[in-house]
């Protein structure tokens, strides 16, 4: 069969993520990146993939048959899916947990209207912990489900300690509490508190005469960001930031903790540890748009999401090969 040809939209880190994907995927192509900046300013990752602006993606609509929605969570994605559903297949990684039933609402109008296939938060979580959860609430449900996150960099909370005054550059890294995770893990189904699961790491840089103490003060007490955690504050040059802690490092963890009779525990772990953030939802985003472009020929159309697609879909194998390699 034909390469399946995905257009790229938008391209930040999950964008050159969804590009170095398709490289390990010899049954998907690139058909272009298109980018609301100046495309002869971008440089792909691969010198022959061709770039180009926006306003010209419909006139490509015959050589795409999923697009990859790059854009952010926030600005970018809550317009752009059900704009480009209404024309394309899509598979976008939104990931604003709380706002999901109104952007799969927006998506799923436009995507019937257009009777195109449009899945919508795929990557990690939400994504594939979002599957675990699921999975772990059905086989057992006299449980209890946890999700730990890190070691990792969040973007949300750099983005809020670069925000301080007096403050340069800076990263968060969330981390685990160990204590809590080995309590989870021997079944015991503790009540947790936010303070207890995750505490939060920030490696500042201060600008030239800022006060120390008052930038520490003002980062650990933060309301919802850090005011909840335990939080410590390291002061680092810029230098070091460069050097040091430059890459997207993410992971986690869902663990769900039942009991089938009162004296049988059962415990569910499904882990991540993942070097690159971007780059891991990036694979996850171009397996979902496999599974996109056989449920659109299929004649599945509407908005979708992770939990409504099954593994097989996912894969480049035949169902005989899946059965004959995995069961
Ligand atoms: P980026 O900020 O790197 O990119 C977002 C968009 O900004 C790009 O598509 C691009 O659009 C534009 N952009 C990128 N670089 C520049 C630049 N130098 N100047 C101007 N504009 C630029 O975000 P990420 O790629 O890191 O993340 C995208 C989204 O992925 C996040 O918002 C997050 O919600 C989601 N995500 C989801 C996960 C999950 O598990 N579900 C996990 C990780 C991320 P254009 O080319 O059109 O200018």
Redesign the pocket.
């Known amino acids: 069969p034909p390469a399946t040809r995905i257009g790229i ?7 050159r993520g969804v590009e170095a994907a398709i490289a390990k995927n010899p049954d998907m192509a690139i058909a272009g990146i298109f ?3 100046d495309p002869a300013q ?1 440089k792909p990752l691969g010198a022959s993939v061709p770039v180009h602006g ?1 306003d010209s993606l419909l006139r490509h609509k015959g050589a795409i048959d999923v697009l990859a929605l ?5 600005d ?2 809550p317009w752009q899916s059900p704009e480009l559903a209404a024309h394309f297949n899509l598979v976008d ?4 947990h709380a706002r999901i039933p109104g952007h799969f609402a927006a998506v799923d109008a436009a995507a019937q209207a257009g009777q195109t296939t449009a899945l919508i ?7 594939l912990f979002s599957i675990n959860r699921v999975m772990g609430e059905a086989l057992l449900p006299d449980g209890a489900t946890y999700t730990f996150w890190g070691k990792g960099l969040s ?1 949300g909370h750099s983005d809020a300690v670069r925000r301080v005054p007096g403050v340069a550059g800076g990263v968060q890294y969330t981390i685990p509490v160990p204590e809590a995770v080995d309590k989870v893990r021997s079944g015991v189904r503790p009540d947790l508190s936010t303070r207890e699961k995750h505490r939060r790491e920030c490696f500042v840089v201060l600008q030239d005469g800022a006060d120390a103490d008052a930038v520490r003060r003002a980062i650990v007490g933060m309301p919802h960001y850090f005011d909840q955690y335990d939080t410590t504050v390291q002061f680092i040059s810029a230098e070091e930031l460069a050097r040091d802690h430059g890459a997207m490092p993410h992971g986690g963890f869902v663990i769900r903790s039942g009991n089938t009779s009162a004296p049988s525990k059962q415990v569910i772990e499904y882990r991540l540890q993942l070097d690159s ?2 780059e891991f ?1 990036a694979s ?1 985003l171009v397996a979902y748009a496999r599974a996109v472009h056989r449920m659109h020929a299929a004649g599945q159309f509407g908005c979708k999401t992770v939990l409504d697609v099954a593994p097989a879909l996912l894969s480049a194998k035949s169902a005989a090969e899946l059965r004959e390699q995995f069961l």
């Not at 939209?9 to 964008?15: A, F």
């Not at 790059?70 to 926030?74: P, T, V, Y």
């Open positions: 939209v938008g391209y930040g880190n999950l964008g980018t609301r900046r971008l926006m790059c854009g952010g969570s926030k970018d994605l990684s939104f990931d604003t938060s795929a990557g990690w979580d939400p994504g973007q953030n971007p939802t996850v």
